[in-house]
Structure formats: C-alpha cells, structure tokens
C-alpha cells in the first residue's frame, strides 16, 4: 500500500491516505483512496475533454479584422 498525504474534509486537514487493496488490479495506481484517521474514501480521476472548437469538422474559418477607412 502506498501513502499519499491529502486535505480530508471529515477530519478537517491533511492527512495520510492509502490505497487499499484493489480488486481491479490497478495496484498502486488504483483511484482509490482512504483515510488513515477517519477511513474516509476519495476518488481521485483525471478528466479529459476535448477543446471546444480546435478540432472537428464544420470548423468556421477565423474572421479577419476589417480594414478602417483612413480619417482625413
């Protein structure tokens, strides 16, 4: 089991968490986390979502500034 040491809402501060033993076999790199005060668990996942409009098709063509008359 590894330790990490995180803020536990419950116990109000940071604290050791632990991965437990993983049914998953993620191992040491399971999500899951607990608390070695309160035994509270956390899920830890990244998220990654694509960028909005930097790719895909129906992409609109970047305007161009429009040119000023000169003041005379």
Do not use: I
């Amino acid at each position: 089991m590894s330790n990490r040491e995180l803020h536990c809402d419950t116990c109000e501060g940071v604290r050791p968490f632990e991965v437990p033993p993983c049914a998953d076999g993620h191992d040491p790199d399971c999500p899951e986390l607990v608390c070695t005060g309160c035994g509270t668990a956390l899920l830890v996942a990244a998220f990654t979502l694509p960028a909005a409009g930097l790719a895909g098709e129906g992409r609109r063509p970047a305007s161009r500034p429009r040119s000023r008359p000169d003041a005379a």
